[in-house]
């Protein structure tokens, strides 16, 4: 006596297949995940960063003391025929400006920064950094 009906087969994917698939599910959601990164990741810096540049020219700092905003950039453009340096007091950077080159630094944090340049002590500024 044959059975009645269809009988169901129990179908199951070949293994290669299945590994496609949990391969393509794994990046997919690797995917999604650096996508939310990268949206979040924006988010953190102002989307109104500007550059302020402090030039150092006859042993002077121009602008002496500089307004800016976390996630702006400054640069400082040494126009003078020797190296200076931009030295923050509190250590937050201290970098080497040769004879006319331009540095620059990124700032993560709301406070003010009194900086000097260590070979010209004379040469001293203030940054006032705003959120």
Known sequence: MKPRGRRRSVHRRPAALRLRVRA????????????VAL???AAAVPAH???V??????????????????????????DDMVAHTATAR????????PSKSTVSFV???????????????IMKGRLRISR
């Open 39 to 41: 949206v979040v990741a």
């Open 53 to 78: 540049r402090i030039l150092m020219e006859n042993l002077v700092l121009q602008p002496a003391e500089t307004r800016a905003k976390v996630g702006d950039t400054v640069e400082w453009i040494n």
């Open 107 to 121: 700032l993560l944090k709301a406070r003010t920064i009194e900086y000097y340049s260590r070979f010209h002590p």
């Open 24 to 35: 393509r599910v794994l990046r997919d959601s690797f995917v999604r995940l650096v996508i």
């Open 90 to 97: 509190n250590g937050d950077f201290d970098m080497i400006v």
């Open 49 to 51: 960063a500007r550059t």
